[in-house]
Protein backbone atom coordinates (compact mmCIF):
# COMPACT_ATOMS: atom_id res chain seq x y z
CA UNK A 1 0.00 0.00 0.00
CA UNK A 2 1.61 3.46 -1.00
CA UNK A 3 1.40 6.07 1.46
CA UNK A 4 -0.28 9.31 0.78
CA UNK A 5 2.53 12.15 2.61
CA UNK A 6 4.99 14.19 1.55
CA UNK A 7 7.70 13.27 -0.73
CA UNK A 8 10.20 15.10 1.98
CA UNK A 9 11.97 12.38 3.11
CA UNK A 10 12.35 10.03 0.11
CA UNK A 11 13.36 12.64 -2.40
CA UNK A 12 15.88 14.45 -0.09
CA UNK A 13 17.54 10.42 -0.07
CA UNK A 14 17.08 9.98 -3.11
CA UNK A 15 17.56 13.11 -5.34
CA UNK A 16 20.00 14.77 -3.21
CA UNK A 17 23.65 13.46 -3.03
CA UNK A 18 25.01 13.07 0.17
CA UNK A 19 28.40 12.68 1.33
CA UNK A 20 29.84 10.42 4.31
CA UNK A 21 31.17 12.09 7.76
CA UNK A 22 27.53 13.96 7.16
CA UNK A 23 24.21 12.35 5.53
CA UNK A 24 24.22 8.63 4.87
CA UNK A 25 21.87 7.49 2.56
CA UNK A 26 20.69 4.00 1.39
CA UNK A 27 19.04 3.08 -2.07
CA UNK A 28 15.76 2.58 -0.28
CA UNK A 29 15.25 5.70 1.32
CA UNK A 30 15.75 4.36 4.76
CA UNK A 31 18.28 5.28 6.52
CA UNK A 32 19.05 9.05 7.34
CA UNK A 33 21.85 10.04 10.42
CA UNK A 34 24.58 11.56 10.78
CA UNK A 35 28.33 8.99 11.22
CA UNK A 36 30.51 9.98 13.54
CA UNK A 37 32.01 6.93 13.46
CA UNK A 38 32.46 4.40 10.44
CA UNK A 39 33.00 0.41 10.47
CA UNK A 40 32.47 -2.36 7.61
CA UNK A 41 32.68 -5.76 8.28
CA UNK A 42 30.77 -8.97 7.16
CA UNK A 43 28.61 -6.98 4.60
CA UNK A 44 27.57 -4.35 6.75
CA UNK A 45 28.43 -0.75 7.73
CA UNK A 46 28.49 0.40 10.99
CA UNK A 47 27.65 3.85 12.06
CA UNK A 48 28.79 5.16 15.48
CA UNK A 49 26.66 8.48 16.40
CA UNK A 50 27.57 11.30 18.94
CA UNK A 51 25.18 10.21 20.82
CA UNK A 52 26.95 5.96 20.90
CA UNK A 53 24.29 4.54 19.89
CA UNK A 54 25.28 2.22 16.13
CA UNK A 55 22.93 1.43 12.51
CA UNK A 56 24.06 -1.57 10.86
CA UNK A 57 23.45 -1.47 6.88
CA UNK A 58 24.03 -4.00 4.84
CA UNK A 59 26.22 -2.38 1.57
CA UNK A 60 24.47 -3.25 -1.01
CA UNK A 61 21.47 -0.99 0.53
CA UNK A 62 24.10 2.38 0.42
CA UNK A 63 24.23 5.08 -2.01
CA UNK A 64 27.06 4.84 -4.76
CA UNK A 65 28.59 7.56 -3.73
CA UNK A 66 28.80 6.15 -0.08
CA UNK A 67 29.87 3.23 -1.41
CA UNK A 68 32.30 5.13 -3.37
CA UNK A 69 33.48 6.99 -0.03
CA UNK A 70 34.07 3.67 1.76
CA UNK A 71 35.87 2.02 -1.58
CA UNK A 72 38.24 4.63 -1.15
CA UNK A 73 39.91 3.67 2.55
CA UNK A 74 42.37 1.08 1.87
CA UNK A 75 40.67 -1.51 5.11
CA UNK A 76 37.78 -1.36 3.32
CA UNK A 77 38.26 -1.33 -0.31
CA UNK A 78 37.85 -5.29 -0.60
CA UNK A 79 34.69 -5.59 0.96
CA UNK A 80 33.03 -2.90 -0.78
CA UNK A 81 34.45 -2.84 -4.01
CA UNK A 82 32.52 -5.74 -5.29
CA UNK A 83 29.06 -3.59 -4.67
CA UNK A 84 30.83 -0.90 -7.10
CA UNK A 85 31.17 -1.17 -10.89
CA UNK A 86 34.09 0.38 -12.15
CA UNK A 87 31.81 3.42 -13.10
CA UNK A 88 29.85 3.86 -10.54
CA UNK A 89 32.25 6.42 -8.95
CA UNK A 90 30.51 9.12 -10.14
CA UNK A 91 27.39 10.05 -11.98
CA UNK A 92 26.85 7.86 -15.08
CA UNK A 93 26.70 10.65 -17.39
CA UNK A 94 29.07 12.98 -15.92
CA UNK A 95 32.48 11.29 -18.33
CA UNK A 96 30.00 12.35 -21.28
CA UNK A 97 29.08 15.55 -20.75
CA UNK A 98 29.54 17.11 -24.42
CA UNK A 99 31.14 20.51 -25.39
CA UNK A 100 28.25 23.15 -25.85
CA UNK A 101 28.46 24.53 -29.58
CA UNK A 102 28.56 28.15 -29.97
CA UNK A 103 25.89 29.84 -32.00
CA UNK A 104 27.14 32.89 -34.19
CA UNK A 105 24.99 36.21 -33.15
CA UNK A 106 25.21 39.41 -33.75
CA UNK A 107 25.25 41.34 -30.50
CA UNK A 108 26.33 37.64 -27.96
CA UNK A 109 24.84 40.11 -25.10
CA UNK A 110 21.04 40.41 -26.75
CA UNK A 111 18.41 38.66 -26.06
CA UNK A 112 15.44 37.74 -28.86
CA UNK A 113 15.22 35.76 -31.44
CA UNK A 114 18.05 34.51 -33.15
CA UNK A 115 16.63 32.05 -35.68
CA UNK A 116 13.43 30.84 -37.38
CA UNK A 117 12.66 27.67 -39.29
CA UNK A 118 8.96 27.24 -41.24
CA UNK A 119 7.50 24.48 -42.91
CA UNK A 120 5.43 25.22 -45.85
CA UNK A 121 3.90 21.64 -45.69
CA UNK A 122 2.92 20.49 -41.93
CA UNK A 123 3.08 21.72 -38.97
CA UNK A 124 5.55 20.23 -36.41
CA UNK A 125 5.30 18.59 -33.11
CA UNK A 126 7.90 17.67 -30.35
CA UNK A 127 11.12 19.83 -29.64
CA UNK A 128 14.10 18.78 -28.13
CA UNK A 129 18.02 20.04 -28.43
CA UNK A 130 20.96 17.51 -28.70
CA UNK A 131 23.19 16.87 -26.19
CA UNK A 132 25.27 19.59 -27.52
CA UNK A 133 23.19 22.25 -28.18
CA UNK A 134 23.88 22.46 -32.06
CA UNK A 135 20.96 21.08 -33.26
CA UNK A 136 17.17 21.00 -32.95
CA UNK A 137 15.15 18.07 -33.61
CA UNK A 138 10.88 18.15 -33.81
CA UNK A 139 8.63 15.45 -35.90
CA UNK A 140 6.16 16.44 -38.80
CA UNK A 141 3.56 14.46 -40.21
CA UNK A 142 5.98 11.91 -41.96
CA UNK A 143 9.21 13.16 -40.85
CA UNK A 144 11.50 13.78 -37.91
CA UNK A 145 13.19 17.50 -38.94
CA UNK A 146 17.04 17.83 -37.92
CA UNK A 147 17.64 21.80 -37.45
CA UNK A 148 21.80 23.00 -37.94
CA UNK A 149 20.68 26.19 -35.65
CA UNK A 150 24.14 27.83 -36.29
CA UNK A 151 24.05 27.10 -40.37
CA UNK A 152 20.45 27.91 -40.38
CA UNK A 153 19.63 24.73 -41.90
CA UNK A 154 17.15 21.58 -42.16
CA UNK A 155 17.86 17.77 -43.25
CA UNK A 156 14.22 15.78 -43.04
CA UNK A 157 14.45 11.93 -42.43
CA UNK A 158 11.00 10.44 -43.81
CA UNK A 159 8.91 8.22 -41.02
CA UNK A 160 5.98 6.01 -41.72
CA UNK A 161 2.78 6.94 -40.84
CA UNK A 162 1.51 8.00 -37.31
CA UNK A 163 0.94 11.33 -35.73
CA UNK A 164 4.30 11.64 -33.53
CA UNK A 165 4.48 14.18 -30.82
CA UNK A 166 7.06 13.55 -28.60
CA UNK A 167 10.82 13.94 -28.20
CA UNK A 168 13.67 12.94 -26.01
CA UNK A 169 17.21 12.21 -25.95
CA UNK A 170 19.09 9.63 -24.48
CA UNK A 171 21.85 11.43 -21.68
CA UNK A 172 24.82 9.63 -23.78
CA UNK A 173 23.62 11.73 -26.85
CA UNK A 174 23.71 8.44 -28.71
CA UNK A 175 19.98 7.88 -29.45
CA UNK A 176 16.83 10.05 -30.15
CA UNK A 177 13.62 8.72 -29.27
CA UNK A 178 10.31 9.66 -30.61
CA UNK A 179 6.76 8.57 -29.02
CA UNK A 180 3.45 8.61 -31.17
CA UNK A 181 -0.39 8.92 -30.85
CA UNK A 182 -0.22 5.17 -30.62
CA UNK A 183 1.97 4.14 -28.04
CA UNK A 184 4.81 3.57 -30.15
CA UNK A 185 8.36 4.71 -29.69
CA UNK A 186 11.26 5.01 -32.45
CA UNK A 187 14.46 5.16 -31.85
CA UNK A 188 16.93 6.25 -34.05
CA UNK A 189 21.19 6.45 -33.69
CA UNK A 190 22.57 9.95 -33.78
CA UNK A 191 25.99 10.55 -34.71
CA UNK A 192 26.23 13.86 -33.34
CA UNK A 193 27.33 16.01 -36.80
CA UNK A 194 23.09 15.39 -37.22
CA UNK A 195 23.11 12.64 -39.46
CA UNK A 196 20.16 9.88 -37.72
CA UNK A 197 19.72 6.27 -38.77
CA UNK A 198 16.68 4.07 -37.77
CA UNK A 199 17.47 1.70 -35.00
CA UNK A 200 13.96 0.30 -33.26
CA UNK A 201 10.78 0.50 -32.62
CA UNK A 202 8.76 -0.69 -29.47
CA UNK A 203 4.88 -0.66 -29.14
CA UNK A 204 4.75 0.21 -25.31
CA UNK A 205 1.31 1.09 -24.40
CA UNK A 206 -2.33 2.42 -25.70
CA UNK A 207 -2.32 6.39 -25.96
CA UNK A 208 -0.65 9.41 -26.85
CA UNK A 209 3.08 9.86 -25.75
CA UNK A 210 3.31 12.72 -23.68
CA UNK A 211 6.69 12.75 -22.57
CA UNK A 212 9.81 10.22 -22.67
CA UNK A 213 12.62 9.97 -20.44
CA UNK A 214 15.44 8.17 -20.03
CA UNK A 215 17.53 6.90 -17.10
CA UNK A 216 21.54 8.45 -16.73
CA UNK A 217 22.99 4.74 -17.33
CA UNK A 218 20.63 4.59 -20.69
CA UNK A 219 19.21 1.45 -19.55
CA UNK A 220 15.75 2.71 -18.56
CA UNK A 221 12.98 4.90 -19.93
CA UNK A 222 9.74 6.56 -18.49
CA UNK A 223 6.52 7.28 -20.90
CA UNK A 224 3.89 8.99 -20.08
CA UNK A 225 0.60 8.01 -21.91
CA UNK A 226 -2.33 10.33 -22.61
CA UNK A 227 -4.13 6.89 -21.42
CA UNK A 228 -3.60 7.73 -17.78
CA UNK A 229 -0.54 5.84 -17.48
CA UNK A 230 3.01 5.50 -16.60
CA UNK A 231 5.33 3.20 -18.36
CA UNK A 232 8.87 2.16 -16.79
CA UNK A 233 10.56 0.41 -19.61
CA UNK A 234 14.02 -1.78 -21.11
CA UNK A 235 15.65 0.66 -23.46
CA UNK A 236 17.56 -2.07 -25.37
CA UNK A 237 14.94 -4.47 -25.72
CA UNK A 238 11.38 -2.68 -25.02
CA UNK A 239 10.10 -4.86 -22.44
CA UNK A 240 7.62 -2.85 -20.62
CA UNK A 241 8.32 -3.36 -16.85
CA UNK A 242 5.56 -2.20 -14.99
CA UNK A 243 2.88 0.17 -16.05
CA UNK A 244 1.58 3.04 -13.00
CA UNK A 245 -1.87 4.06 -13.36
CA UNK A 246 -4.40 6.96 -11.57
CA UNK A 247 -2.69 10.20 -13.55
CA UNK A 248 -3.86 12.24 -15.73
CA UNK A 249 -1.92 12.73 -18.73
CA UNK A 250 -4.66 14.35 -20.87
CA UNK A 251 -2.93 17.86 -20.97
CA UNK A 252 1.17 17.33 -19.28
CA UNK A 253 2.94 14.96 -17.70
CA UNK A 254 6.95 14.68 -16.68
CA UNK A 255 9.50 12.66 -15.14
CA UNK A 256 12.73 12.43 -13.99
CA UNK A 257 15.04 9.87 -12.78
CA UNK A 258 17.25 10.33 -9.88
CA UNK A 259 21.33 11.52 -10.66
CA UNK A 260 21.87 7.65 -10.12
CA UNK A 261 18.94 5.87 -11.60
CA UNK A 262 17.77 4.15 -8.77
CA UNK A 263 14.61 6.29 -8.42
CA UNK A 264 12.10 8.33 -10.63
CA UNK A 265 9.71 10.95 -9.61
CA UNK A 266 6.55 11.26 -12.28
CA UNK A 267 3.66 14.17 -12.23
CA UNK A 268 0.98 15.13 -14.04
CA UNK A 269 0.89 18.46 -11.65
CA UNK A 270 -2.25 17.07 -9.91
CA UNK A 271 0.21 14.30 -7.97
CA UNK A 272 3.79 12.94 -7.93
CA UNK A 273 4.96 9.66 -6.83
CA UNK A 274 8.24 8.16 -6.43
CA UNK A 275 9.39 4.76 -8.25
CA UNK A 276 11.82 2.58 -6.88
CA UNK A 277 13.34 1.10 -10.06
CA UNK A 278 15.03 -1.80 -8.73
CA UNK A 279 11.50 -3.20 -7.27
CA UNK A 280 9.30 -1.12 -9.89
CA UNK A 281 7.04 -0.02 -7.05
CA UNK A 282 5.46 3.07 -6.23
CA UNK A 283 7.24 4.11 -2.98
CA UNK A 284 6.07 7.60 -2.09
CA UNK A 285 3.05 9.60 -3.29
CA UNK A 286 2.12 13.43 -2.65
CA UNK A 287 -0.67 15.15 -3.61
CA UNK A 288 -0.17 18.73 -5.69
CA UNK A 289 -3.77 19.59 -6.42
CA UNK A 290 -7.47 18.21 -6.66
CA UNK A 291 -7.12 19.80 -10.59
CA UNK A 292 -4.86 18.96 -13.37
CA UNK A 293 -3.89 22.29 -15.39
CA UNK A 294 -2.28 22.06 -18.74
CA UNK A 295 1.13 21.90 -17.99
CA UNK A 296 4.01 20.00 -15.23
CA UNK A 297 7.46 20.03 -15.14
CA UNK A 298 10.14 18.79 -12.96
CA UNK A 299 13.15 20.65 -12.68
CA UNK A 300 16.59 19.01 -13.56
CA UNK A 301 17.69 18.03 -9.83
CA UNK A 302 14.68 17.28 -8.99
CA UNK A 303 14.17 19.43 -6.32
CA UNK A 304 11.05 21.59 -7.68
CA UNK A 305 7.49 20.96 -9.56
CA UNK A 306 5.97 23.41 -11.84
CA UNK A 307 2.28 22.80 -12.02
CA UNK A 308 -0.40 24.65 -14.39
CA UNK A 309 -3.48 25.98 -12.75
CA UNK A 310 -6.06 27.99 -15.13
CA UNK A 311 -3.81 30.69 -15.62
CA UNK A 312 -1.03 30.16 -12.97
CA UNK A 313 1.96 28.50 -12.35
CA UNK A 314 2.56 26.92 -8.80
CA UNK A 315 5.70 26.03 -7.99
CA UNK A 316 6.46 22.69 -5.35
CA UNK A 317 9.43 22.31 -3.00
CA UNK A 318 9.73 18.66 -3.00
CA UNK A 319 11.88 18.58 -0.07
CA UNK A 320 9.09 20.08 2.04
CA UNK A 321 6.50 19.18 0.11
CA UNK A 322 5.13 22.72 0.27
CA UNK A 323 3.98 25.38 -2.35
CA UNK A 324 7.07 27.81 -2.44
CA UNK A 325 5.88 30.48 -5.13
CA UNK A 326 3.68 30.73 -7.89
CA UNK A 327 3.88 33.03 -11.25
CA UNK A 328 0.40 34.73 -12.12
CA UNK A 329 -0.44 34.68 -15.50
CA UNK A 330 -3.47 36.01 -17.72
CA UNK A 331 -4.06 33.57 -20.30
CA UNK A 332 -3.68 29.48 -20.57
CA UNK A 333 -0.52 28.10 -20.14
CA UNK A 334 0.02 25.45 -22.65
CA UNK A 335 4.05 24.32 -22.49
CA UNK A 336 6.47 24.37 -19.96
CA UNK A 337 10.38 23.65 -19.57
CA UNK A 338 13.20 24.40 -16.61
CA UNK A 339 16.68 25.70 -17.56
CA UNK A 340 19.41 23.47 -16.90
CA UNK A 341 20.06 25.25 -13.65
CA UNK A 342 16.30 24.71 -12.50
CA UNK A 343 16.01 28.21 -11.62
CA UNK A 344 14.06 29.34 -14.37
CA UNK A 345 10.86 28.76 -16.03
CA UNK A 346 9.78 29.29 -19.67
CA UNK A 347 5.86 28.56 -20.57
CA UNK A 348 4.37 29.16 -24.05
CA UNK A 349 1.02 31.11 -23.87
CA UNK A 350 -0.64 32.68 -26.53
CA UNK A 351 1.81 34.30 -29.09
CA UNK A 352 4.67 34.25 -26.97
CA UNK A 353 6.41 32.65 -24.62
CA UNK A 354 7.25 33.94 -20.97
CA UNK A 355 11.00 33.32 -18.76
CA UNK A 356 9.91 33.82 -14.96
CA UNK A 357 12.02 33.42 -11.91
CA UNK A 358 11.16 29.52 -10.57
CA UNK A 359 12.54 30.29 -7.19
CA UNK A 360 10.01 33.66 -6.81
CA UNK A 361 7.73 33.35 -9.25
CA UNK A 362 8.27 36.87 -11.08
CA UNK A 363 8.19 37.69 -14.34
CA UNK A 364 11.26 37.98 -16.17
CA UNK A 365 10.75 38.73 -19.29
CA UNK A 366 8.12 38.02 -22.21
CA UNK A 367 8.83 36.96 -25.59
CA UNK A 368 6.83 37.45 -29.05
CA UNK A 369 6.56 34.38 -31.56
CA UNK A 370 6.66 35.09 -34.80
CA UNK A 371 3.43 33.39 -35.67
CA UNK A 372 0.03 33.54 -33.90
CA UNK A 373 -2.02 31.11 -31.34
CA UNK A 374 -1.13 29.36 -28.55
CA UNK A 375 2.41 27.90 -27.83
CA UNK A 376 2.61 23.91 -27.15
CA UNK A 377 6.14 22.88 -27.83
CA UNK A 378 9.30 24.47 -25.79
CA UNK A 379 12.53 23.73 -25.10
CA UNK A 380 16.14 24.97 -23.22
CA UNK A 381 19.22 24.41 -24.71
CA UNK A 382 22.03 22.13 -22.68
CA UNK A 383 23.55 25.19 -21.57
CA UNK A 384 20.42 27.61 -20.66
CA UNK A 385 21.86 29.77 -23.66
CA UNK A 386 19.05 29.75 -25.51
CA UNK A 387 15.30 28.16 -25.98
CA UNK A 388 13.02 27.17 -28.84
CA UNK A 389 9.57 26.96 -29.33
CA UNK A 390 6.73 26.34 -31.83
CA UNK A 391 4.23 28.80 -32.88
CA UNK A 392 1.23 28.31 -33.63
CA UNK A 393 -1.66 28.06 -34.66
CA UNK A 394 -0.46 25.19 -37.34
CA UNK A 395 2.88 24.62 -35.73
CA UNK A 396 4.77 25.73 -38.59
CA UNK A 397 7.12 27.69 -37.26
CA UNK A 398 10.09 26.79 -34.79
CA UNK A 399 11.90 29.94 -33.61
CA UNK A 400 14.90 29.99 -31.45
CA UNK A 401 15.67 33.23 -28.82
CA UNK A 402 18.45 33.87 -27.29
CA UNK A 403 18.12 34.41 -23.06
CA UNK A 404 19.19 37.95 -21.30
CA UNK A 405 22.33 37.45 -19.49
CA UNK A 406 22.88 36.47 -16.66
CA UNK A 407 21.39 32.76 -17.39
Known sequence: MIRVVSLATMLVLTFVSTALGRTWTDRTGKLNVEAELVTVRGGKAYLEKADGTVS????QRLSIKDLAYLAAMPKYESQVKPFLSDDQTSPPSASLTP???TIDVETPSASGSIRQFRSDRWGYKGLVFSNDGAY???????????MDINASTKTEYELDSGIRSS?????????????SSDGNVLVWQFDSKGKLTPEKQFSIDRGEIKSITVSPDNQHVITTHASAVACLWDMNSGEVLARYKDFSFGSGGDARFSRYGGHAMTTDGRIAVVIDIASRKMIQRMSLSRGSGQIAAISPAGNLIAAGRT?????????????????????TL??????????RLISGGRESVKLWDAETGSLLQEFAMGDSGYVKYVAFSPDGIHFAAI???????VEVFRLPHPR
Do not use: C
Open 136 to 146: LFTLGSNNVTV
Open 334 to 343: WSAAFSPAGN
Open 56 to 59: AVPL
Open 391 to 397: GAPLGKL
Open 99 to 101: TMA
Open 167 to 179: LAFSPDGKRLLAG
Open 311 to 331: YDIHYFQTATGMQSASSKGSE
